[in-house]
């Protein structure tokens, strides 16, 4: 399975971003998706999860209220939106994909795909 994550850039401080992650390779596997995230100088920290179905999801503290994961498997992509950005949600933001359909797992070392990642910058 192969990830691509898209949809980093620049953003003030109280905008919003959506993130996409396409898959590709064995798309007939069933994989909960997560997404995880590394500011600079920081250990890599779970963000969000989502199960395969889309019914089940979790976040982060940090992430709750304020980003939404999400999933169109007929377009193999899995999205986070993110609103309200603050100044500490800047990071290289990476998607990965969990070898079982409905594991909402925070640790990283459960997954077992992961795309490159996409850097979101967010200014004051």
């Known amino acids: 399975v192969q990830l691509q994550a898209s949809g980093g850039g620049l953003v003030q401080a109280g905008g919003s971003l959506r993130l996409s992650c396409t898959t590709s390779?064995?798309?007939?596997?069933?994989?909960?998706m997560g997404w995880f995230r590394q500011p600079p100088g920081k250990e890599r920290e779970f963000v969000a999860a989502?199960?395969?179905?889309?019914?089940?999801?979790y976040y982060s503290d940090s992430a709750k209220g304020r980003f939404t994961i999400s999933r169109d498997n007929a377009k193999n992509t899995v999205y986070l939106q993110m609103n309200s950005l603050k100044l500490e949600d800047m990071a290289v933001y990476y998607c990965?994909?969990?070898?079982?359909?409905?594991?909402?797992?925070?640790?990283?070392?459960?997954?077992?795909?992961w795309g490159q990642g996409t850097l979101v910058t967010v200014s004051s």
């Open positions: 390779g064995r798309t007939s596997s069933k994989n909960a």
């Open positions: 990965a994909a969990h070898p079982k359909p409905v594991r909402l797992a925070q640790e990283k070392d459960s997954y077992t795909y």
């Open positions: 989502i199960s395969w179905s889309g019914s089940s999801t």
